[in-house]
């Protein structure tokens, strides 16, 4: 039998732990908010053991707290994930992301003669027909966008 490995994370003091991440779409999340290109320390953990999920992954960001924007954006890819705000080593806020019924402005249509993709000046808008998985449908052409197509937009 082999004996579980432990690792210790550090608690961070301030900042933001976004748990229960569908497994291996961490580093999507980091491009939703940008990461890269950032200071903040990050941890990430990969395929984690979760009794509610099978695997998961976990991100925690010092000193960031997200905006609902981008809360908006991690439902889309991530719909069981949790917001957990820390504060001083403390868990102040705790929530489950949120998905909007219509997405409009973020994701391009796949469909290259739907009306957004021409030089009408249309803004995308998809409705949100699933939330677990997410399921997309293109108002104006009823093209259907899955979770693997709009990770790949991100
Ligand atoms: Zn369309």
């Given amino acids: 039998m082999k004996t579980p490995i432990k690792l210790k994370v550090k608690p961070i003091r301030n900042g933001t732990v976004i748990d229960h991440i569908t497994a291996n779409r961490a580093l999507s999340v980091l491009k939703i908010l940008d990461l890269p ?3 903040n320390t990050v941890t990430i953990a990969m395929n ?4 509610q999920m099978g ?17 908006d954006k ?3 890819i991530a719909p ?13 806020d705790k ?6 019924n219509k997405i409009s402005g ?19 808008k998809f409705l949100v027909i699933e939330k677990k998985p997410v399921i997309l449908r293109c108002y104006y052409c009823e093209r259907i966008m899955e979770e693997s197509e709009i990770e790949a937009q991100f």
């Fill in 37 to 39: 290109n950032q200071k």
């Fill in 48 to 51: 984690v053991l979760s009794s």
């Fill in 55 to 71: 695997s998961k992954d976990i991100v925690k960001i010092e000193g960031r707290e997200l905006a609902s924007k981008e809360v």
């Fill in 74 to 76: 991690i439902a889309l």
């Fill in 80 to 92: 069981y994930a949790t917001i957990n705000i820390i504060r001083d080593y403390k868990l102040v």
């Fill in 95 to 100: 929530g489950k992301v949120h998905l909007m």
């Fill in 106 to 124: 973020i994701f391009k249509c796949p469909n290259p003669n739907c009306i957004t993709n021409t030089d009408e000046p249309v803004n995308t």
